[in-house]
């Protein structure tokens, strides 16, 4: 049985962003990703959730679109330590990477590198009826192109801020120690359930 937010220890790590545990766990519970369900995370960095989509996924392929090649390797390691043989990586920038992508049933944005027009515009064209889009961002200027983004597209949309502090130990005393705040985006097509 697999439980959401696997621990951040638990993954291999280079020098490329991880979405953190609590941050992971909470993507996972907007996406409602199903058994068998077509999943491509786009900007999958090390692939965490890459792999908890995987896991949701069971049996339905997951595809990793990433660009940095120490993130593609990291993506292929994780892969193989969870043993998800049903993640595929295709190496390269989207929007142009997604070209090789089947319809999906949901669609993860954990990057855009600027491009999150483009990118917005080939989902439209893979998402299948009722399909999720969940996405994250933590600057300014992403979640203010998120929202003028999704707001002229088919999409019934959401989006909140997570703030997590996380317990460490201070000597003899414990404090919360801050996370940076991150946005996240959920749209799903209008009409559709």
């Keep these: 049985m697999h439980f959401l937010g696997i621990n951040d220890e638990e993954f291999i790590r280079g020098k490329v962003p991880m979405t ?3 941050i992971r766990a909470m993507v996972m519970v907007k996406a409602r990703i199903c058994p068998g369900e077509t999943v491509a995370d786009i900007g999958a960095g090390t692939g ?5 989509a995987a896991l949701c996924a069971q049996n339905g392929p997951v595809y990793a679109v990433e660009r940095n090649p120490e993130g593609v390797s990291l993506i292929g390691q994780n892969a193989e330590k969870f043993g998800c043989s ?3 990586v295709i ?17 993860l944005i954990g990057g855009s590198g600027g491009h999150l027009h483009d990118i917005l515009d080939r989902c439209e064209k893979i998402l299948k ?6 996405s994250t961002a933590v600057t300014a200027e992403t979640v203010g192109e998120t929202v ?6 088919p999409f019934v949309t959401e989006g909140f801020q997570m703030q997590i502090n996380r317990l460490s130990k ?5 404090m919360f120690s801050p996370i ?7 749209a799903v097509r209008k009409g559709e359930n």
């Design 86 to 88: 049903n993640i595929h």
């Design 129 to 134: 009826p009722g399909g999720r889009i969940v």
């Design 20 to 22: 953190k545990a609590e």
């Design 48 to 52: 965490s959730l890459t792999v908890e």
């Design 180 to 186: 940076s705040p991150v946005f996240i985006f959920t």
């Design 91 to 107: 190496r390269g920038y989207a929007p142009e990477a997604m070209d090789e992508l089947p319809p999906c049933d949901v669609i």
């Design 148 to 153: 003028q983004e999704f707001k002229k597209r």
């Design 170 to 174: 201070m000597g003899r005393y414990h």
